[in-house]
């Protein structure tokens, strides 16, 4: 590849923690690169590791997984469920070949819209450097298909 | 892509500049009108102001002469408008929940600065939009009843303020203070700037009437523990600390203050300068009358003996074996006013706070100039009697410094000139105050500095580096001398006093995150309550039926704080006057059939919504308690829980939008072909 990697990554936000850190980040005008796309949950425990796994076979590089800081969940502590999907899912991602570095867990309250965008930097710059995953390609090549719609493993994630 | 697929209707917003000067919000609608055609998109428009009658008026025409059935509007965030748009397609006869608003300022047009980066992002978020709410289904709102209660936690002026207008308008009203007094900070003050009106005359009126409303429940020396439900009904739980006093015996007479033979530092009203009682009312306006006895230093609580202020008590009102009380209220709204705590000069240890003995801080000199305070409104050295001759008056104290509270407290150069007025007034001495910038920017202010100015008040305008007692020249012993930079001559100066004000900024309570969590709404990085909307909506927070007012939000001064008060009573009111209100139908439901009975999602509420019906070996959600953070249903091995608004199909339709664009915008070939739904 000639031009530099640009990677894609799928950002799971909290409605009313880290949702509201990246709309604070835009109000004031910070800087980060477009290649973070967010979705709003209404908790980070909403986030069923489906969506994740989703992510992944439909050609993410990363997923951002943000939510409250432990403790000041707005339900709570639902988030501390969420954790514990996370670090159960990395384990699992890594045996099916995704690298733990590709999943980022990060606590952002609604006022911390300078730790969002700085985060989301780090992130991207981390997974520059990790190249691309393109995993549909990868399944597409070990099945020995070229239709990818039939390596989608979407039966794998719903078992 | 879908087999019922909808009608669905793109509308690019502009926002004048804001987000046309970044994404080429004209490339969108056409990409969006030919590209999503597949998806279902029939008409795709741009307009510079979508929010606006015009832009909404668009949008209800579509929906009514091309037969819409879904509505993507791609502006700011959700937070700002979605309601506005829900609104819009409600009025085009559209379910709202038909409606989706996508992001394309807060988080492209404001964050990115390539325009071929922003607009291909914008694009991959559009067309989840528009994937998204082909899943969305029609939802009706859920109403839920306003109970006509209102608790208001803080009794400083904020919340007697909000607590007033409440209950003059003739709905019932319970005020939570931690102290044996409401008054807050306002009741310690002399002088308020810059009137120079008497802070007691003032506030006094108000306290009285707060105390003797029928409508007004006061609970004082009391906390509220728990909170439980959500807006228009709420059951809060108080504590009620023992007072040792019946308050339904109590006259107030005083004679048990006058016969308690232990005297103790006030390090609360009084600042640590004055003295209480064990048993003692911090002020004499006090409201409730009633005393307290702190058990802390009772001789009776320390040894088993003593009991002056029952044997004297003429209505036999101590009672030494009271007990907490635990209560609880149902109520429909909260309002949070419980100000702040004075920042600890002693932390600024250059400064000599608590070394040097005629180091005060701000809240010190307002007692010694309170004509009730300890020294009966002189103003003195520590000694507690020799008048300063001169007195040295640092501004900032705690404030705009990185190494302590990088905000502006808003108060200190207003109160800092004030007590320079004061203690001229009083002592005749030599003032310098020692500023950054000179703040005076309200009604008034600045007419009340050029007034201290003329009295003679010098003011160096430079940061303070030190306050010592090291003399080193002629004319400083026995004396303390501020160093600083005097940045209008350009030099160091070191200026020798007798008396040292610092003029210490507001911080949070030191408890703020924890009543914060109590009440489920978030503190700023700083610590102060974040409201909804900065500028337009300072008063409600992000957690429905609870508001705040006062300092608890920000540094303010008592104006503000009064009409932040009031903003929250009015805004109160409103809700209590319709009697109920409408809340958004995010909930979690189990479809029964598929639910196997595992329990797993049954631990996983802390709301306590779900239960098991052992009869029919199945999980229930009561829609009531739901909260809907949708954490059951992502739980659930059976999907047999569904999350209104936010269902699997819904985020699935949304994942697979973001990534049908690459990075510069080039389609994904994975999504070129058909994706079966999840």
């Known amino acids: 590849m000639t031009q530099p990697f640009e990677p894609l990554i799928i950002g799971f936000t909290c409605n009313w923690c880290s949702y509201r850190a990246a709309d604070m ?61 996370f670090m159960l899912l990395r384990l699992t991602l890594a045996q099916f070949g995704i690298e733990p570095q590709r999943l980022k867990l990060l606590w952002a309250s609604a006022a911390e819209g300078v730790r969002f965008a700085r985060e989301c930097t780090a992130f991207v710059e981390q997974l520059r450097a990790l190249g691309p995953l393109d995993w549909p390609g990868m399944v597409a090549e070990r099945n020995g298909h070229h239709a990818v719609s039939q390596a989608l493993p979407a039966e794998e994630v719903q078992a | 892509m879908d087999s019922k697929k909808e009608r669905v209707g793109v509308y690019v917003c502009h926002c004048g500049s804001n987000i046309a000067a970044t994404v080429d919000v004209k490339e969108l609608s056409r990409w ?15 307009y510079e102001f979508m929010c606006s009658s015009l832009g909404q008026e668009l949008i209800e025409a579509d929906i009514k002469e091309q037969g819409l059935t879904r509505v993507v509007v791609a502006a700011c965030s959700p937070h700002l408008h979605e309601n506005t748009f829900r609104t819009a397609t409600e009025r085009g006869g559209l379910n709202r929940y038909l409606c989706e608003l996508v992001s394309i300022r807060e988080q492209v047009s404001w964050v990115h600065t390539d325009r071929d980066l922003a607009t291909a992002k914008s694009k991959a978020v559009i067309q989840s939009g528009v994937q998204r709410v082909s899943e969305n289904e029609p939802l009706e709102a859920l109403t839920v009843p306003i109970h006509p209660a209102t608790l208001v936690v803080g009794g400083g002026i904020a919340g007697i303020q909000a607590a007033l207008e409440i209950a003059d308008a003739g709905f019932p009203v319970i005020m939570v203070e931690r102290e044996p007094s409401i008054g807050g900070h306002m009741a310690q003050f002399d002088k308020t700037f810059p009137t120079l009106d008497c802070a007691a005359c003032i506030l006094s009126p108000k306290m009285v009437s707060v105390g003797d409303h029928p409508n007004v429940t006061l609970l004082t020396w009391s906390e509220v523990e728990r909170v439980d439900g959500y807006v228009g009904n709420f059951t809060v739980t108080v504590r009620k600390r023992a007072r040792y006093v019946n308050e339904e015996l109590c ?27 064990a048993v003692y009312r911090p002020f004499p306006q006090a409201v409730p009358k009633y005393p307290v006895i702190d058990t802390a230093s009772c001789i009776y609580f320390e040894r088993g003996k003593c009991k002056a202020c029952q044997m004297f008590c003429p209505t036999d009102a101590i009672d030494f074996e009271q007990q907490d009380e635990i209560l609880s209220f149902e109520v429909g709204n909260i309002v949070l006013a419980t100000g702040f705590d004075l920042f600890d000069a002693s932390r600024i240890s250059q400064f000599g706070y608590g070394r040097l003995a005629n180091v005060f801080d701000s809240l010190e000199l307002e007692r010694l100039c309170n004509a009730a305070g300890p020294t009966a409104g002189r103003v003195v050295l520590r000694d507690g009697v020799t008048e300063p001759k001169s007195v040295g008056i640092i501004h900032c104290v705690g404030s705009r410094d990185r190494n302590y509270n990088s905000y502006c407290s808003a108060v200190c150069c207003m109160y800092s000139l004030k007590l320079a007025h004061l203690v001229k007034e009083r002592t005749g001495a030599e003032v310098y105050n020692f500023y950054i910038d000179m703040r005076t920017n309200m009604k008034d202010y600045d007419e009340f500095y050029q007034h201290v100015m003329e009295e003679g008040v010098h003011l160096i305008r430079g940061r303070v580096a030190e306050v010592t007692d090291a ?11 501020i160093q600083a930079e005097d940045t209008f001559v350009g030099r160091q100066r070191r200026v020798p006093v007798d008396m040292v004000i610092l003029s210490a900024g507001l911080q949070p309570r030191h408890d703020a995150k924890e009543v914060a969590h109590r009440f489920g709404i978030s503190c700023s990085a700083n610590g102060w309550y974040i409201e909804k909307h900065p500028k337009l909506d300072p008063v409600a927070t992000m957690t429905e039926g609870v508001f705040v007012a006062g300092c608890v939000q920000g540094p303010k001064d008592i104006p503000a704080s009064v009409a932040q008060g009031a903003a929250a009573a009015a805004r109160i009111l409103g809700r209590i006057q319709q009697g109920q209100m409408a809340l958004e139908p995010v909930r979690a439901t189990v479809i029964e059939e598929n639910c196997s009975g595992c329990r797993i ?57 973001l990534l049908a664009l690459g990075v510069a915008g080039e389609r994904v070939r994975f999504l070129d072909t058909a994706v079966e739904s999840a």
């Open chain 2, 471 to 481: 003399a080193r020249m002629p004319g400083e012993e026995g004396k303390i001398i």
């Open chain 2, 251 to 277: 006259t107030g007479c005083g004679i048990c203050v006058e016969k308690c033979p232990k005297r103790v530092v006030d390090d609360v009203f009084e600042a640590g300068l004055g003295y209480r009682k």
């Open chain 2, 601 to 657: 999602c049954n631990d996983q509420c802390p709301f306590h919504a779900i239960t098991f019906i052992e009869e029919r070996k199945v999980t229930e959600i009561n829609p009531a308690l739901c909260q809907g953070c949708g954490t059951c249903v992502a739980a659930c091995p059976s999907g047999a829980i569904t999350g209104t608004g936010f269902s699997q199909a819904q985020i699935v339709a949304q994942i697979d939008g």
């Open chain 2, 32 to 46: 969006a009108g030919e590209e999503l055609a597949e998806a279902g998109v029939v008409v795709a428009r741009d």
């Open chain 1, 25 to 85: 980040a835009g109000m004031s005008r910070l800087k980060y690169p477009p290649n973070v796309r967010l979705i709003r949950l209404m908790c980070s425990g909403r986030l069923d590791p489906e969506f994740i796994v989703r992510a992944f076979a439909g050609g993410a590089d990363g997923v951002l997984v943000s939510g409250c800081h432990p403790g000041e969940c707005h339900y709570l502590e639902q988030n501390f469920k969420a954790l514990r999907r």
